[in-house]
């Protein structure tokens, strides 16, 4: 579990790192599909993995507003801040924390319940999906994506630095 969030995080990084080539005006124009901008999938990205870690904890998750963070600076800063507590979290992950009930009631009055494990699957799953949106929209743009390969990221445990 903990190497795909790794993975994720590498990523994340790698692609803010291509979002300093674009200007503000590139990173905030409307896309087709998604949440709408380059900038505002990354704040989306962020802000779901730590209200799901923060939902799996039982602490309050205020829902954060895009409109204050609408530079890339200040998303990887709120990427920062939230991080503290998500690796926490991820490192402290065990095997007997998998089958943990998640049970949540939705706005349309449907209630969730599943275990913790498919919700960590879940928010892994979540920023691939974003991830492959950035992809697209980087190639419609003319620009080169950055890689989604797993292969040669020095991600298992004999590997870490």
């Not at 709120?78 to 926490?88: F, G, I, N, R």
Request: negative net charge.
């Amino acid at each position: 579990m903990k190497r795909f969030f790794e993975y994720n995080w590498q990523v994340r990084q790698e692609w803010y790192e291509w979002c300093e080539q674009l200007s503000d005006k590139e990173l905030l124009a409307e896309r087709t599909g998604g949440v709408g901008s380059i900038l505002r999938t990354l704040f989306h990205i962020v802000d779901v993995e730590w209200s799901w870690i923060r939902d799996l904890q039982g602490k309050p998750n205020p829902e954060e507003d895009f409109d204050s963070f609408k530079s890339l600076a200040k998303v990887r800063a709120l990427d920062q801040a939230y991080h503290v507590e998500v690796k926490a979290f991820v490192d402290r992950w065990d095997e007997k924390m998998e089958e943990n009930r998640y049970v949540e009631k939705g706005e349309n009055g449907k209630v969730y319940d599943d275990t913790w494990g498919i919700v960590m699957r879940h928010i892994i799953a979540h920023e691939i999906h974003h991830i492959g949106q950035l992809s697209v929209w980087a190639r419609e743009i003319g620009k080169e994506p950055i890689s989604a390969n797993v292969i040669g990221r020095k991600l298992a445990a004999s590997q870490a630095e």
